[in-house]
């Protein structure tokens, strides 16, 4: 059984950082393509990073060059930097794993089968 452990979530101030990681266990396949989703009250669920198999990733306009990525295949561990945090951040956020998926803007649409039981993000103005 697959399970998914997110950590690191909390509450800052605009312009600060947070560093969330998601943790995996079960997870038995060769290969994974790892994303971070976020939900704020209201809206729709959203796409905010993507990594697969050979490090390529994908990031929506919202948080390029604030996001970043990352992983640790040995652990199945992976990562989401986030600098430069706005309010319109504010959201909980979710990891997923899935073995393929596109590292596209179509990434979201991808059928993730596990998830994290989200983490909240809070960004004080």
């Known amino acids: 059984q697959v399970q998914l452990v997110e950590s690191g979530g909390g509450s800052v101030q605009a312009g600060g950082s947070l560093r969330l990681s998601c943790a995996a266990s079960?997870?038995?396949?060769?290969?994974?393509?790892m994303a971070w989703f976020r939900q704020a009250p209201g809206k729709e669920r959203e796409g905010v990073a993507v990594i697969d198999n050979d490090d390529n990733t994908y990031y929506p306009d919202s948080v390029k060059g604030r996001f970043t990525i990352s992983k640790d295949n040995a652990e199945m561990k992976w990562y989401l930097q986030m600098d430069s945090l706005k309010p319109e951040d504010t959201a909980i956020y979710y990891c997923a794993v899935e073995s393929v998926c596109w590292v596209t803007d179509a990434f979201p649409r991808n059928d993730f089968r596990y998830w994290g039981q989200g983490t909240q993000v809070t960004v004080s103005s």
């Open positions: 079960g997870y038995g396949y060769r290969y994974s393509c």
